[in-house]
């Protein structure tokens, strides 16, 4: 550990285990970050995700909380900081989707969704600022989706609560960019497609639907979005905070 453009830094990424975060938690720690490696349930994923990470070279801890819970995740920054010292680079990454038929929808359902997509990711802002506040240097990227920009016109149901979390994503790392500049940097990436397990589920005809739209004409890697965030979180972004990137191989363009 030690080489590449992060060397030095603590990470924390939240839904380490798999998807995702587990490529955000290899690439950090491949280019020489200390990668805390959060999970809700999948221990066994989570404890994998080290494994790759020390694979690339790197190292890490894993450490579960459910990012929807304050007393939690503040354990869980309580925890990092004990081992490690405070957090240089947040990405709120973990996030629940809800393949359900909108119109139905359950309240519980909804709140839940919510709970963990945006109370998730305040929760980790808010525990991570005062330390990235006090040292004036501190790098945050929040994982949206392209349907916190527009609703799907393809899916076009199943995805409110999903989609209206991912909206005030967007939002909070907006406002957080005004609120906490100069200091720390708060951008947010917003993914097209991905092959996750989130949405391994899907028809084989809706993804065809989907990758006919998409001029890149392919599905993301959990590794495009990796690639994005680090460049974010990188001193090659410095000038670059509030914004929201796509990467959905051009199946959304911004205006
Ligand atoms: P995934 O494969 O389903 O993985 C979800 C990750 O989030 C897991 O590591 C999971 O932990 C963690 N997680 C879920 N609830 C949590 C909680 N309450 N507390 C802590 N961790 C929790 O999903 P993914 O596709 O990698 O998605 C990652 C992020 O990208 C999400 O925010 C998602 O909304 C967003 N996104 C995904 C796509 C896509 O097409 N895949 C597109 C746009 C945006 P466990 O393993 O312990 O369950």
Redesign the pocket.
């Known amino acids: 550990m030690g080489e590449g453009r992060f060397a030095g830094r603590t990470a924390l990424v939240?839904?380490?285990?798999?998807?995702?975060?587990r490529a955000i938690c290899i690439q950090l720690a491949r280019e020489g970050a200390w990668v805390a490696v959060?999970?809700?349930?999948?221990a066994e994923?989570a404890a994998e995700t080290l494994d790759l990470m020390g694979a690339a070279g790197g190292e890490g801890v894993v450490f579960q909380?459910?990012?929807?819970s304050w007393e939690d995740t503040s354990a869980m920054f309580d925890a990092v900081e004990a081992a490690r010292g405070p957090v240089d680079l947040l990405v709120t990454?973990?996030?629940?989707?809800s393949f359900q038929d909108d119109v139905n929808m359950p309240l519980e359902l909804w709140r839940r969704i919510l709970a963990?997509?945006i109370d998730?990711a305040f929760h980790c802002v808010w525990r991570a600022k005062e330390a990235m506040l006090a040292r004036k240097d501190g790098r945050i990227v929040c994982?949206s989706?392209?349907q916190g920009l527009a609703p799907s016109r393809i899916r076009r149901d199943r995805l409110l609560a999903y989609g209206t979390s991912k909206s005030a994503v967007i939002g909070f790392a907006r406002n957080c960019a005004v609120a906490f500049g100069p200091d720390i940097r708060v951008n947010c990436v917003a993914?097209?497609?991905?092959d996750?397990?989130?949405?391994k589920d899907m028809s084989d005809e809706m993804r065809a639907r989907i990758v006919g739209e998409t001029p890149a004409g392919r599905t993301g890697t959990?590794e495009d979005v990796a690639e994005l965030t680090c460049f974010l979180l990188s001193d090659a972004a410095s000038f670059i905070t509030g914004q929201t990137y796509v990467t959905s191989g051009g199946l959304v363009t911004l205006p």
């Open positions: 939240t839904g380490g285990s798999r998807g995702i975060g959060n999970y809700a349930e999948s994923a909380a459910d990012v929807a990454n973990a996030g629940a989707a963990v997509n998730g994982i989706s392209i993914p097209g497609l991905i996750t397990d989130m949405t959990p």
